[in-house]
T-cell receptor, first 113, second 112 residues
C-alpha cells in the first residue's frame, strides 16, 4: 500500500538524550515536512525538504535536526537542546506540483521520562 | 505574519443538523485552501481542497471560498456523531515550497 509510515508510534526520551523519529514514504513525493503539535494547538513547521540532500528550517527548528539522504526518507532528530520536546510529531509529504496538498503519516507521540 | 484564524469551539450541533465551520486568513495572495479533519489522538486527514471563489461540494461536505473577504468555510450537512473531530483550516503560503499555514482548529461535537 502506498503511504507515509512514521515510527515508532510512541517514544520516550531521557534527559540529555537525542532521539530520532523515522518517516518513510513510498508515494514518490518530492517534498517532505515535519510538524509539531501541542495539545489544543495547530501544527507548527519544524523542517521541510523539497529535494534529496537539501532541507530548510521552518518556524521552530531550534533543538531539531534532519537529513534527506534518500527521496523516501526524512528522519527527524530531537536533540537534548530541545528543552520541551513532549508533543505529537507529524510527518507529511506532497508531490512537487504547484498547489497540491500535503498528506500526513500517523504521527509519533514523544514524551519525557 | 501570515495567519489563519479559527474559532476553537467546541461547536456543538445535534445529529442531522448542518455544522458550519469558519476560517479567516491574512494572506491576500494565497490561491489554495484546505480543510483537514483530525480525530482525537490521530493525524490530520485531508477532506477538502478549494482553489477558486464559490462553493465546492463533495458528498455531505461543502467548502466555500470568498477571496475578497479572505474567508473560507466548511459546511457539513446531515451531521453524524462520527463527524465529531477537530477541523483544521490551512492555506498554501508558497506553491513552490508547498508550505502550509494552519489554524488552531475548531472542535466539532455532534450529539446523537
Amino acid at each position: 500500500d502506498g503511504g507515509i509510515t512514521q515510527s515508532p508510534k510512541y517514544l520516550f526520551r531521557k534527559e540529555g538524550q537525542n532521539v530520532t523519529l523515522s518517516c518513510e514514504q513510498n508515494l514518490n513525493h518530492d517534498a517532505m515536512y515535519w510538524y509539531r503539535q501541542d495539545p489544543g494547538q495547530g501544527l507548527r513547521l519544524i523542517y521541510y525538504s523539497q529535494i534529496v540532500n537539501d532541507f530548510q528550517k521552518g518556524d521552530i527548528a531550534e533543538g531539531y535536526s534532519v537529513s534527506r539522504e534518500k527521496k523516501e526518507s526524512f528522519p527527524l532528530t530531537v536533540t537534548s537542546a530541545q528543552k520541551n520536546p513532549t508533543a505529537f510529531y507529524l510527518c507529511a509529504s506532497r508531490p512537487d506540483v504547484s498547489n497540491q496538498p500535503q498528506h500526513f503519516g500517523d504521527g509519533t507521540r514523544l514524551s519525557i521520562l | 505574519q501570515k495567519e489563519v484564524e479559527q474559532n476553537s469551539g467546541p461547536l456543538s450541533v445535534p445529529e442531522g443538523a448542518i455544522a458550519s465551520l469558519n476560517c479567516t486568513y491574512s494572506d491576500r495572495v494565497s490561491q489554495s485552501f484546505f480543510w483537514y479533519r483530525q480525530y482525537s489522538g490521530k493525524s490530520p486527514e485531508l477532506i477538502m481542497s478549494i482553489y477558486s471563489n464559490g462553493d465546492k461540494e463533495d458528498g455531505r461536505f461543502t467548502a466555500q471560498l470568498n477571496k475578497a473577504s479572505q474567508y473560507v468555510s466548511l459546511l457539513i450537512r446531515d451531521s453524524q456523531p462520527s463527524d465529531s473531530a477537530t477541523y483544521l483550516c490551512a492555506f498554501l503560503v508558497s506553491s513552490n515550497t508547498g508550505k502550509l499555514i494552519f489554524g488552531q482548529g475548531t472542535t466539532l461535537q455532534v450529539k446523537p
